[in-house]
Antibody
């Protein structure tokens, strides 16, 4: 069964750090980009970061660049999100998702086809 | 960053209805757009990619159209399990950006 399982969420004070993990199973992990998406309580979805299959390319939303670091370990079939200098506004449910590439004739398209159940991060004093 | 604007923000509909949700990009994004469904308390689910391609396993009552800046998700014959929030997402460039969501409620 194709599956993603996040862990590592919790309560942390502003300025603190947290490391999220996402364990993949049921597919060849090293063949896919991976993505983190978050959702603040009662709000919409926000893309946070993604990482290339071999970890050589990474992209971030402006609001987390310089504070969050995405990484992966293909031997462990896992992707991580190191979150430093956390702010109250980082409070959210964090999902990891598989970033699937679809080829249609000569064009490529991305979509997040597999999602985990999410791990909650609460930043509060 | 490209802004994605969905309309309406919410709507009420009945089982069996046909409804459409629109998503407008602040600049042209070719067909680099997906649609996602999120039921309460659940993770999002991919419905449509490349603006109009149905994801495997998704019922054919869902369809997508559009290119450039204007896109539409259509649900034919709404079913009870379709009451959820729907999001568009552009994958044209970084940062990836979602629309604000459209909540579909039971009338």
């Amino acid at each position: 069964e194709v599956q993603l399982v996040e862990s590592g969420g919790g309560l942390v004070q502003p300025g603190g750090s947290l490391r999220l993990s996402c364990a993949a199973s049921g597919f060849t992990f090293s063949d896919y980009w991976m993505t983190w998406v978050r959702q603040a309580p009662g709000k919409g979805l926000e893309w946070v970061a993604n990482i290339k299959e071999d970890g050589s390319d990474k992209f971030y939303v402006d609001s987390v660049r310089g504070r969050f670091t995405i990484s992966r370990d293909n031997a462990e079939n896992s992707v991580y999100l190191q979150m430093d200098s956390l702010r109250v506004e980082d409070t959210a449910l964090y999902y990891c998702a598989r970033d699937c590439n679809y080829r249609i004739i000569f064009d490529w398209y991305d979509a997040f086809d597999i999602w985990g159940q999410g791990t909650m991060v609460t930043v509060s004093s | 960053a490209i802004q994605m604007t969905q309309s309406p923000s919410s709507l009420s509909a009945s089982v069996g209805d046909r409804l459409s949700i629109t998503c407008r990009a602040s600049q042209g994004i070719r067909k680099d757009l997906g649609w996602y469904q999120q039921r309460p308390g659940r993770a999002p689910k991919l419905l449509i990619y490349a603006a109009s391609r149905l994801q495997s396993g998704v019922p054919s009552r869902f369809s997508g159209s559009g290119s450039g800046t204007d896109f539409t998700l259509t649900i034919n014959s709404l079913q009870p399990e379709d009451f959820a929030t729907y999001y568009c997402l552009q994958d044209y460039n970084y940062p990836r950006t979602f629309g604000q969501g459209t909540k579909v409620e039971i009338k």
